[in-house]
């Protein structure tokens, strides 16, 4: 079992619904969890953080955590071709070192 | 805009051939990350530093890589001597840590490199 786990994809999401991305961890121990967004070809940009459980919204996105379940997901809303990329989950396991998932490959259609 | 900067850009080299990245982190942050980036393997953390100390390489092959931080404004991933499964993206990030919460990864552009 790898210790982040996403969906690969790709999903695929008409422009404007809501798109869904979901992560699971493996280390219950684990305190700080990330989204970032990485675009073909150039690197990953930091898209949320969140440290506590329950939800944190900025803009269009929210991060939702439930430690007790182990996973973490991120909410876009009102999704724009833009938005098309490629989403990492990334994991502190407690010494900075963060944990990355395969990410998965998100497509809004126009 | 403060920013992490990797050179080069691009590196095409043969087989053998020693192979050298540079990074520059954000001004004033503490922490460097060097990863790799392959379709197949994802991200993979190669080796990070704090305050310019080595913290972990395990993730490096310890016969063909090293990694430096000469300065603070400066980190380095060496390869000697390249091999055609070195080839991949090496990304460079920073951070600046000061305790719980504070653990966020800025990334530069990245080096892609090529060993034929």
């Known amino acids: 079992q790898k210790e982040v786990e996403q969906n690969s994809g790709p999903l695929s999401v008409p422009e404007g619904a809501i798109a869904s991305l979901n992560c699971t961890y493996s280390d219950r121990g684990s305190q700080s969890f990330f989204w970032y967004r990485q675009y073909s070809g150039k690197s990953p940009e930091l898209i949320m953080s969140i440290y506590s459980n329950g939800d944190k919204e900025d803009g269009r996105f929210t991060a939702q955590l439930n430690k007790a379940s182990q996973y973490v997901s991120l909410l876009i809303r009102d999704s724009q071709p833009s938005d098309s990329a490629t989403y990492l989950c990334a994991v502190n396991r407690g010494n900075y070192q963060l944990i990355w998932g395969a990410g998965t490959k998100l497509i809004i259609k126009p | 805009d403060a920013r992490v900067t990797q050179t080069p850009r691009d590196k095409v080299t043969e087989m053998g051939q020693e192979v050298t990245m540079r990074c520059q982190p954000i001004l004033g942050h503490n922490t460097v990350f060097w990863y790799r980036q392959t379709m197949m393997q994802g991200l993979e953390l190669l080796a990070y530093?704090?305050?310019?100390?080595?913290?972990?390489d395990s993730g490096m092959p310890k016969d063909r890589f090293s990694a430096e931080m000469p300065d603070a404004t400066l980190a380095t991933l060496k390869i000697q001597p390249s091999e055609p499964r070195d080839s991949a993206v090496y990304f460079c990030?920073?951070?600046?840590?000061?305790?719980?919460?504070?653990?966020?990864?800025?990334f530069g552009p990245g080096t892609r490199l090529t060993v034929l």
């Open positions: 990030a920073s951070g600046l840590v000061r305790g719980e919460g504070t653990d966020t990864q800025y």
């Open positions: 530093f704090r305050n310019r100390a080595p913290l972990d």
